[in-house]
């Protein structure tokens, strides 16, 4: 594939460069949390959305320099990762001061409410690295990294404006939040399912590594999401977390259409895809909030 044989002469498409350096993730971060702000009417300052955005791309970065380390094969690996791989000693600096700016931010930004409940989830990451570090199979034993990962985000994600709206408690179960959480998962399982031959040498932990019948079956898992999530969100319409459940559901349909022709698509371009599929919702959909019932 021409596209291949390019990223392996380290010449990485524009369009790739967002997920490259990392920046994907955060932008997802920010837009979800602002459209969940929208969508229950909270005001949540700039200054949250920096801090979040920063976070999520110091937690990102870390664990690509950890794998650029662990990298068996690096001319088979992800264009991402082999950039981390040829630019590890700027990377690792470059990540190390802006952990130290992170943690400088979330001390003096944060409301204090809200770094009560952010320890709970920062152990979680704390879980993953050590996981990724020593310990090989599923997360937990039964979990895979994939949903570990997703469920994750999402709360982290959604947490600030759980703090703003003095309900925190409700993020860590609240269906809205669980539901993007289970689109945040499918997108990381659809991320591995594609990836799985540049993972093969390089991540043992992968899904489907660990598991390979998870590449046949992934379409039906993303459409049986997808159906899934329209059920409940057709359920709910007259409820104010519906625009966000249809944000979900829209994501999942494109997911699974994705995963329906993957075989016609460069892994690459699929990559970048998944990532269009968690945002592209959000940005349809945020013009036209608010928009349920109890307006």
């Not at 380290?10 to 997920?19: E, F, H, I, R």
């Not at 809200?114 to 920062?122: A, E, I, R």
């Not at 990451?125 to 310990?135: L, P």
Request: aromatic letters at 14%.
């Amino acid at each position: 594939m021409k596209d291949e044989s390019a990223l392996r002469k380290s010449q990485v498409p524009c369009w790739l460069w967002l997920n490259v350096l990392g920046l994907d993730a955060p932008l997802v971060a920010i837009a979800w949390q602002f459209f969940f702000a929208e969508a229950f009417r909270l005001k949540i300052p700039t200054s949250n959305y920096l801090v979040l955005g920063l976070v999520v791309w110091v937690i990102y970065s870390a664990d690509r320099l950890l794998d650029a380390r662990r990298l068996g094969d690096p001319q088979a690996a992800s264009a991402r990762h082999r950039f981390y791989s040829d630019w590890f000693w700027l990377l690792m600096p470059l990540t190390g001061l802006a952990a130290l700016l992170a943690v400088f931010a979330v001390v003096t930004i944060l409301p204090a409410t809200l770094l009560h409940s952010g320890v709970v989830v920062f152990l979680f990451v704390i879980v993953y690295f050590v996981h990724r570090i020593w310990v090989e199979g599923p997360m937990l034993v039964v979990v895979p990294k994939e949903i570990f990962s997703g469920m994750v985000f999402a709360i982290g994600t959604t947490l600030t404006g759980y703090a703003w709206s003095n309900d925190i408690p409700d993020a860590l179960y609240s269906p809205e939040v669980l539901w993007f959480g289970g689109l945040c998962s499918l997108n990381c399982m659809a991320i591995s399912v594609w990836e799985r031959n540049s993972d093969a040498d390089n991540d043992g932990n992968a899904l489907p590594q660990i598991w390979p019948p998870v590449v046949r079956f992934f379409p039906v898992c993303a459409w049986g999401f997808t159906v899934a999530g329209a059920v409940f969100a057709l359920a709910h319409t007259g409820t104010v977390m519906f625009p966000v459940l249809l944000a979900v559901t829209s994501g999942g349909v494109l997911l699974a259409l994705l995963a329906s022709i993957s075989g016609r698509i460069s892994p690459a371009a699929l990559r970048v895809g998944a990532d269009v599929a968690v945002i592209f919702p959000v940005l349809v959909y945020l013009p036209l909030l608010p928009w349920d019932s109890t307006s």
